[in-house]
């Protein structure tokens, strides 16, 4: 399927976009008076989340006027139609590390195309995270690469592990497992290993081969379009906790493909 759009130009203006929001979200991080508010579903929100969306929002208006957006602080545009691309922001994802000091947090964006069926697929994404001094990023056709500290782009790829025995698994908590609460306990207790790093992270450590399995969930489409397809250019799988390719369910599951399945059926409600 043809990329629908300028590949390299957006890939481009994802790392000019990522470029703009690191310096934002960096000159927030430990300060001192960082504003911090509650929205209607309690989830903490800060100015700095708040200042990254209106940054990209105002590049994405002049740089891709014709483009929808959809964002985690400012909504969703309502008259996404079939052929059309929307981009998916999520300006600071761990917002909770964000405003306690950890340096576990990214600026998500993806990018998505809606067929003329009115199906929806991701085409780029840009997972970038200053406190760790990296980013990530992928397009369709194109590979997916890391940057560590302003270096040259190396691709990643998932791991070839294949036995549960010898995986491990990344997790953000154990809150909203609900009912498969058990069964991914009892499946973590199978694996080589499991280690709480959660959020963003988890994914792009499947996508670099350093982890097997990374699973949340409850998670929205800005928690995902952007790892998700880094998560498969780089060789892994990603779906729902239903098995449902992409980030369009309410959980995400990340795999190097070979225990995929495994984990999806361990896990069912």
Same mark, same amino acid.
């Given at each position: ?6 590949? $390299? ?7 000019? $976009? ?10 927030? #991080? ?27 929002? *105002?590049?994405?208006?002049?740089? %891709? ?6 964002? +985690? ?21 761990? !917002?909770?590390?964000? $405003? %306690? ?7 998500? @964006?993806? $990018?998505?195309?809606?067929? +003329? ?29 890391? *940057?560590?500290?302003?270096? !040259?782009?190396?691709? @990643? ?17 154990? &809150? ?6 058990? =069964? ?10 499991? %280690?709480? @790093? ?7 450590? &499947? ?43 309410? =959980?995400?599951?990340? !795999? ?6 495994? #984990? @999806? ?5």
């Amino acid at each position: 399927m043809a990329y629908p759009g300028d590949l $390299l130009g957006d890939i481009e203006l994802l790392k000019s $976009l990522a470029d703009l929001s690191d310096e934002i979200s960096s000159s927030r #991080f430990l300060a001192q008076d960082l504003k911090i508010e509650s929205k209607p579903d309690l989830s903490p929100v800060t100015d700095a989340d708040k200042a990254v969306e209106e940054k990209i929002r *105002e590049v994405l208006s002049a740089k %891709r006027p014709n483009d929808k957006i959809v964002g +985690e602080e400012f909504g969703s545009a309502e008259d996404i139609k079939a052929m059309d691309r929307y981009w998916v922001i999520d300006p600071i994802d761990g !917002t909770k590390n964000f $405003l %306690r000091g950890l340096p576990i947090w990214a600026t998500l @964006i993806g $990018l998505v195309h809606r067929n +003329e069926s009115g199906q929806d697929r991701v085409i780029a994404g840009m997972v970038s995270s200053p406190a760790l001094f990296r980013r990530w990023y992928a397009a369709e056709g194109f590979g997916a690469f890391t *940057e560590v500290n302003s270096g !040259t782009a190396i691709q @990643i790829k998932a791991s070839n592990v294949k036995e549960i025995s010898d995986a491990s698994i990344s997790f953000s908590d154990l &809150v909203g497992w609900g009912p498969r609460k058990n =069964s991914y306990l009892a499946f973590m207790d199978k694996a080589w290993r499991a %280690r709480g @790093i959660g959020d963003f992270w988890s994914h792009m450590l &499947v996508a670099e081969g350093a982890v097997d399995i990374a699973a949340e969930p409850s998670l929205a489409l800005w928690d995902m379009a952007a790892v998700a397809i880094i998560v498969t250019e780089a060789g892994g799988r990603f779906s729902d906790l239903e098995n449902v390719a992409g980030p369009f369910g309410k =959980s995400g599951v990340s !795999t190097n493909g070979h225990l995929h399945q495994a #984990f @999806i059926s361990a896990v069912k409600s």
